[in-house]
C-alpha cells in the first residue's frame, strides 16, 4: 500500500478531510500530521513533519496545504531530500512529477477549487518521473 503523508495550517484545513478521504477511498494509507481544527496554526509545524516523514522514506509521498501554498511549500524545501512543487492548476501536478520529480506536492487552499486540489494530487500520485535529460537536471538541485 502507497503511503501519503499530509499536512496542513489552518487556512489548508478546509481541503485536508477532503483529501484524506479520496486518497483512503483510492487505496493510499495516510498519515494525518495535523492540524486538526480551523484554529490559528503555524505552517512550518505541520510542514516539517510532513517533509522529515518523506525525506525518511517512511512516506512515499507528501501532500501540504496552506492559503498561498507557499509557506508550507518554502519549509517543505528547507529539507535536503525534499522537492516541494507549488501547484495551483491540474497541468502542473503532473509535470511536478515528470520533470522535476517532486515528492511533495503544495496546494494553495485559497485560489484553487476543491476539485481541481483532488485532481491534481491524484495526477501527482500517478505520475511517474520521466527521467533521462531531467534526472541531470535534478541530480544538480541538492547544495
Keep these: 500500500m502507497r503511503k501519503i503523508a499530509i499536512g496542513s495550517d489552518h487556512a489548508g484545513f478546509p481541503y485536508k478531510e477532503p483529501?484524506?478521504?479520496?486518497?483512503?477511498?483510492?487505496?493510499?494509507?495516510?498519515?494525518?500530521?495535523?492540524t486538526y481544527s480551523a484554529d490559528s496554526a503555524d505552517y512550518a509545524d505541520f510542514a516539517h513533519p510532513v517533509a522529515t516523514a518523506v525525506e525518511s522514506g517512511e512516506f512515499e509521498k507528501g501532500v501540504l496545504l496552506c492559503g498561498s501554498g507557499q509557506g508550507v511549500c518554502i519549509t517543505a524545501n528547507k529539507h535536503q531530500g525534499i522537492r516541494a512543487a507549488l501547484v495551483w492548476d491540474l497541468p502542473l501536478a503532473p509535470l511536478a512529477?515528470?520533470?522535476?520529480?517532486?515528492?511533495?506536492?503544495?496546494?494553495?487552499?485559497?485560489?484553487?477549487?476543491?476539485?481541481?486540489?483532488?485532481?491534481?494530487?491524484?495526477?501527482?500520485?500517478?505520475?511517474?518521473?520521466?527521467?533521462?535529460?531531467?534526472?541531470?537536471?535534478?541530480?544538480?538541485?541538492?547544495?
Design 19 to 34: 483529501l484524506i478521504n479520496w486518497l483512503t477511498t483510492n487505496g493510499f494509507e495516510v498519515k494525518d500530521f495535523g
Design 97 to 143: 512529477r515528470q520533470h522535476n520529480d517532486a515528492n511533495v506536492i503544495c496546494i494553495p487552499v485559497r485560489f484553487i477549487e476543491l476539485e481541481t486540489a483532488i485532481a491534481s494530487v491524484q495526477a501527482f500520485l500517478n505520475t511517474e518521473f520521466e527521467g533521462g535529460r531531467h534526472q541531470l537536471r535534478v541530480d544538480k538541485i541538492a547544495c
